[in-house]
């Protein structure tokens, strides 16, 4: 992967690895959130448009609910969180990786 492809939005970071774009939690959600303690994925198959929900997390702070950074349909998700949602309480930061997304339009990545 293509560490200048990596953009952060919204607790979010997107990265592009050049067929798909893959998104996850950065290290100051982490922090924010606390321990997190469930994760509700969405489908493999699943459309969404930029600003739909397309993550939502239970931590010990607080519920939170992030926005899809981009337009696009999910094309895998991290199995290991769908697993163990400790994963993204434990690894590092591209570790932490959630779902990945095709059909993106280049230039909506690119604007991020």
Do not use: R
């Not at 290290?27 to 939502?56: C, H, M, R, W």
């Not at 939170?64 to 349909?73: D, V, Y």
């Amino acid at each position: 992967m293509k560490k200048q492809c990596l953009k952060k939005v919204d607790n979010l970071w997107v990265l592009h690895n050049g067929k798909e774009y893959v998104v996850g939690l950065t290290n100051e959600a982490q922090d924010e959130l606390g321990k997190i303690s469930f994760a509700s994925l969405p489908k493999v198959g699943q459309n969404y448009k930029k600003g739909d929900t397309l993550i939502e997390l239970e931590a010990e702070k607080a519920i939170s609910e992030f926005a899809s950074p981009l337009s696009g349909i999910v094309s895998s998700i991290n199995e290991k969180v769908d697993e163990n949602v400790d994963v993204l309480n434990d690894e590092d930061e591209l570790n932490a990786w959630i779902v990945s997304l095709k059909d993106v339009e280049q230039t909506e990545f690119e604007s991020l």
